[in-house]
């Protein structure tokens, strides 16, 4: 489905174009954070904490400056005020508390992993060896591990209250109850004996972002004037700038960051880490440059962690299946600290439990609990992940309680095309989308039918490999966010986006976007963009980015919102340049602005084709500045910055076959059929990348992938031969198409997918196991649906069946 | 995941390598393909002074037919193995075996030597080594031994080679007419360990098993035959249900942990489900 633009008159967008940057990529080229190496430079090494909870009895660094090529050691202590603490920017309510996070521990450490002392030493390995030098004493203190027990009253504190008295783990309480408190019950009591209610809880186990680049940072002194330049492998630059700023007392315009080739990031680089704080920290300290390189063992307990939630669902409907309410209550593990967006994250999945259903009452209750385990944030999709499961599961427990077909309860349940724009029960307007669509072509590619008459026959003959079917109708909201809902929602930040464009003397377009991608593709979707308005080559546009030095403006990439906002800056300066471009050809053409055309790159004036002047004239004339119509300024360029009106509201249906083998417990997903709808494709090679890549992550959620701590706090999952990631090997060929709806709030028609395929199939593959399982008694599993859970789930639900 | 410094020598002959780790003393340790010695060295679970690279000896290397048995070069490579046409005819159980290793990255460094002598529990090769009966063949300051696989794994990652020896190759006997092995590997995802594997190995005459040889992966601290399994199978019917009545033995006398992919009690669970299809393979049922 690749294809090169050789033909310079069709639209670029919308063509599956392969992507400009793989070349360098796929052959070295690249430019990783480690890769930087500068004179003079100080290698940074950490002493983690090996205890999940203790108290500091001893720490003396001494010792480590005596061994080779150490040139400084510290504690917190020692750097008193350039300790800097990592900073929460979303105070989701006005009562929550919000501990500090010390980039080193003072007194106290809090999970395993927490940082301890620092080593600088002109050598890598020199400063890893020096480590054990240091002289450290703990006397513990009990680990508080157990979200349910963390906030019962007497337990172990994390964190002592701000007067010094005994603490509570409870971060925050919020609830939301548009239709009130008690809405649910009330719903439940009014339908009489037409009513059917399931209750369940499921647990969203904690899992890592598993980026192929581990974090790393370079912060030099050396940088002109008084400029301090950081290199992060970090989705945040622009964010980066202005939290290093506040968290160090730097000036904001003495900082430069620059998120060079960045490795992945799934969310677990869109953080302040207390690392980054240290290195600046020192590196100002000393004046020299300063870089740390982690390795994965300590990206495993000291990058942020995702999801960990106990989700109480408790669905209610007509006997034939219309839904009456639906009651949330969950209890999300924020780990030992705050980092800059922790306790919003179970918030973002608030507004999204309803999906795509409509029904009269919602009531939805989260309590942040702290435990002494990795700090949580935001991991792909972040809180709509988690939403969508228990949704979607207990649609399918639903339906079995009612004893209905799951697709069936779905269609008689959504919101339908027709009704579009509609606003759901818990107050979001979804612009557009057509579920019906998205479902009969998923249904059609998947061949249902045939699929459960199989599953029958298995049934009928005992086969030990029972098949079942998963369903997943998603929707979700991303493209994060309208500033003035972000500001009502309490989070310090907007939700805009920047570009700038230039046409340059040689024809050349510069593209500075404010998007900073790793691994995207954005560098060939913005010029796909771009070029549609400017009618130039895709191959002439230089997408710039991730520096705030040469792209000062921007909010970054996270929550699907680089296309779904960053696109419309483009769209309109893109088009802000045409306008001032059309002024200069008018003068040059000697006639009226409204006389002129704008096609294949060149202004025509109308009816009279021989008379033009190609984009690249205008902007050699600009630059000469000869004979410029009076009034216009030199230099052709124009910039944009705009706010979205809206969420972004992407869906679709994933259907999914499991192979259960019921006596050793190993699911086989035989096929999996995602159609989803994106709105606008740009690009449909990149959305079919994004697709798979985010199937991948929800279907390593689903089988493969999860955090385990033991009662003392210590990571067992702490590295990739425990914390089990699945390959291509692992995943079956998938079948993807779309369906699409444009958005009616986004001027490109587009809406997120970064997030997509991670949303939605985690409940596609449990539904299907617990499909392929019902008729032995099984209900649920727990995700992983590692092979000895499902073995356990039939053995439970046959001892159950007895 | 820096591993501590070192010394490095990469010695020619096999002699050279054994005065290597004798000079070295107590912190010298023998490196082949690395696959299992640098992660530990990486995480700082071992931190020998001096490395002694055995990679280049030439005598450890190739495959050769030695009447009866096949012998293998203790530094012939997965790779190698699995697609020896000596060992495809005369101990296909190994050349399948091998191919199960983790991907072919790992294969084409890792060393069938190597894998004897780490002696991980969840090593699939050292499993096969028992099946068959293997014998290896170390040298060491003293001169040369040969140990029987049953007495060659000791305990988790011990063999019963001496700090100062090194294993040179492996004599594994051929296979005569009438046997046919399965080796079923269980594991979480195409690349990892084995989390239960079994080899067996069925001789068939007609519709009987005349005699059955199956061992364990993962079962206990070392690999494992199941000897009861062995002796329900002999003369037993070449039938699924006399197959599965014997594999309900297959957990006896094991001693399986229980980590973060399956507890000791699925561990057994998964041993006699695997026995019985192991079994039922290599038989042909
Ligand atoms: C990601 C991954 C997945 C893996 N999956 C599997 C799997 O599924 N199944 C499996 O069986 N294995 C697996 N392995 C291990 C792999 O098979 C190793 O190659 C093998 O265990 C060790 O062989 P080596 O040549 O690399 O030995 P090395 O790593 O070099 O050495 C291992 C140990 O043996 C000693 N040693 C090596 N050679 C000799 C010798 N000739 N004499 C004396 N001592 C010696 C060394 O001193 C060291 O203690 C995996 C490894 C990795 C990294």
């Known amino acids: 489905m690749t294809e090169t633009l050789t033909d310079a008159n069709a639209n670029p967008v919308g063509r599956p174009l392969r992507r400009k940057e793989d070349a360098r990529l796929l052959h070295g080229q690249t430019n990783w954070t480690d890769n930087i190496q500068l004179p003079g430079t100080l290698h940074m090494a950490i002493l983690r904490s090996p205890m999940a909870h203790a108290r500091i009895t001893n720490l003396d660094v001494t010792p480590a400056l005596k061994r080779p090529h150490v040139v400084a050691a510290f504690t917190a202590k020692d750097l008193g005020d350039l300790n800097g603490s990592v900073p929460c920017v979303w105070p989701v309510t006005d009562d929550i508390q919000m501990p500090g996070f010390p980039a080193l521990a003072v007194d106290k450490v809090r999970h395993v992993g927490d940082c301890v002392a620092v080593v600088l030493a002109t050598d890598k390995y020199a400063a890893a060896d020096a480590l054990d030098a240091i002289e450290v004493d703990y006397e513990p203190l009990p680990a508080v591990i157990d979200m349910e027990a963390a906030i019962k009253q007497g337990s172990t504190a994390v964190h002592d209250a701000a007067d010094g008295s005994h603490g509570t783990n409870v971060c925050y309480e919020f609830p939301l109850k548009p239709q009130g408190d008690g809405a649910f019950d009330a719903a439940v009591k009014a339908a009489g004996d037409d009513v059917v209610v399931v209750k369940r809880r499921f647990i969203n186990q904690r899992v890592i972002a598993g980026y192929m680049e581990p974090r790393a940072v370079v912060a030099s002194p050396m940088g002109m004037s008084n400029e301090m330049t950081i290199w992060s492998a970090t989705q945040i630059p622009h964010v980066l700038r202005v939290l290093l700023a506040l968290v160090t007392g730097l000036p904001e315009n003495s900082l430069r960051v620059i998120a060079p080739d960045v490795g992945g990031g799934f969310g677990g680089k869109l953080q302040l880490y207390r690392e980054e704080i240290l290195a600046v920290q020192i590196a100002r300290h000393l004046g020299r440059p300063v870089k740390w390189t982690e390795t994965r063992s300590e990206d495993m307990v000291a990058s942020h962690h995702g999801r960990d939630q106990i989700q109480d669902i408790e669905i209610a409907s007509t006997k034939d299946g219309q839904i009456i309410g639906l009651k949330v209550d969950l209890i999300a593990n924020m780990g030992a600290y705050l980092q800059i967006i922790t306790p919003g994250i179970p918030l973002l999945g608030m507004f999204m439990y309803p999906a795509i259903y409509k029904m009269p009452a919602y009531e939805f209750n989260c309590v942040g609990v702290f435990t002494n385990t990795t700090p949580t944030d935001a991991i792909r999709g972040a809180g709509r992940p988690e939403a969508t499961y228990a949704i979607e599961r207990i649609m399918d427990e639903l339906a079995a309680e009612l004893d209905m077909d799951p697709m069936q309860l779905r269609e008689k349940n959504w919101i339908t095309h027709e009704e579009f724009p509609y606003t759901t029960v818990a107050g979001l307007t979804y612009d557009t989308g057509n579920y019906e669509a998205a479902t009969a072509k998923a249904m059609d590619l998947f061949g249902y039918d045939a699929l459960r008459a199989e599953q029958e026959q298995r049934r009928a003959s005992g086969d030990p490999v029972q098949l079942g079917i998963g369903i997943s109708t998603f929707t979700e909201m991303c493209g994060l966010a309208p500033s003035r809902t972000l500001g009502a929602l309490k989070y310090v930040a907007g939700g805009w986006e920047h570009c700038t464009i230039r046409a340059l003397p040689t024809g050349k377009i510069e593209l500075i976007t404010g998007t900073s991608p790793h691994g995207q593709g954005h560098e060939t979707a913005w010029s796909q963009i771009a070029a549609s308005i400017l009618g130039v080559p895709v191959d002439d546009i230089e997408v710039v980015h991730s520096d705030t030095g040469r792209a000062p403006y921007g909010m970054d990439t996270y929550g699907s919102r680089s296309l779904a906002v960053g696109g419309q800056a483009i769209k309109k300066a893109a088009e802000r340049l045409v306008e001032k471009a059309k002024v200069i050809a008018a003068h040059q053409l000697e006639c009226s602005v409204d006389d002129l055309e704008f096609i294949q790159g060149a202004f025509r004036v109308k009816g009279d084709p021989a008379k033009s002047q190609p984009l690249a004239a205008v902007a050699f004339e600009a630059f000469t500045a000869h004979n410029l119509p009076d009034g216009v300024e030199p230099t052709l360029q124009a910039e944009a910055t705009v706010d979205p009106d809206d969420f972004s509201y992407p869906h679709g249906t994933h259907l999914c076959a499991i192979e259960v083998d019921t006596e050793t417990g190993k699911s086989k997903i035989r096929s999996y059929v995602a159609v989803d709808d994106v709105g606008i494709q740009v690009n449909p090679l990149i959305v079919e990348g994004q697709v798979h890549g985010g199937l991948a992550c929800g279907i390593g959620q689903a089988l493969y992938e999860g955090v385990e701590y033991d009662s003392d706090g210590n990571l067992l999952t702490a590295s990739f031969a425990d914390y089990l990631i699945p390959s291509a090997a692992d995943l079956p060929s998938f079948t993807t198409d779309r369906t699409v709806t444009p958005s009616s709030t986004n001027p490109l028609g587009t809406k997120g997918v970064g997030e997509a395929g991670a949303i939605a199939s985690p409940p596609a593959i449990i539904n299907a196991i617990v499909d392929a399982l019902r008729p032995m008694g099984v209900t649920d599993v727990k995700m992983p649906a590692t092979p000895e859970n499902v073995w356990r789930a039939i053995q439970a639900g046959q001892g159950g069946a007895q | ?285």
């Not at chain 2, 007609?206 to 199956?214: D, H, K, L």
Request: without cysteine; negative net charge.
């Open chain 2, 1 to 285: 995941m820096i591993p501590i410094a070192f010394d490095y020598v990469r010695p020619g002959t096999v002699d050279e390598a054994i005065s290597a780790l004798a000079a070295a003393g107590e912190d010298g340790k023998v490196i082949s393909g690395g696959q299992s010695l640098m992660p530990v060295l990486r995480l700082r679970m071992a931190a020998p002074t001096t490395l002694v690279d055995i990679g280049s000896i030439a005598e450890m290397k190739g495959i050769t037919d030695g009447g009866d048995h096949l012998v293998v070069g203790a530094n012939a490579t997965h790779y190698e193995v699995m697609n020896d046409a000596l060992v495809k005819q005369h101990a296909p159980l190994l050349a399948q075996a091998a191919g199960t290793v983790a991907d072919p990255a790992i294969r084409h460094r890792g060393t069938f030597g190597g894998s004897l002598a780490h002696a991980d529990p969840a090593g699939d090769l050292p499993t096969v080594a028992l099946a068959l009966d293997a014998t290896m063949v170390a040298k060491g300051p003293n001169g040369t031994r040969e140990i029987a696989a049953k007495d060659f794994f000791v305990d988790y990652f011990t063999s019963a080679l001496e700090p100062e020896e090194i294993l040179v190759a492996v004599k594994v006997p051929k296979l005569g007419d009438g046997w046919s092995t399965h080796y079923e590997k269980f594991n979480r995802t195409a690349q990892a360990w084995a989390t239960v594997g079994v080899a067996a190995a069925v001789k068939r005459q007609n519709g009987t098993i005349t005699e059955a040889r199956v061992a364990l992966t993962n079962m206990g601290p070392s690999p494992v035959r199941a000897s009861s399994v062995e002796a329900a199978l002999a003369g037993a019917a070449a039938t699924t249900d006399a197959i599965a009545a014997a594999a309900a033995n297959a957990a006896d006398g094991t001693r399986p942990t229980s980590d973060l992919h399956a507890s000791a009690e699925f561990r057994e669970h998964l041993a006699k489900v695997l026995t019985k299809r192991a079994v039922a393979q290599a038989a042909g049922v």
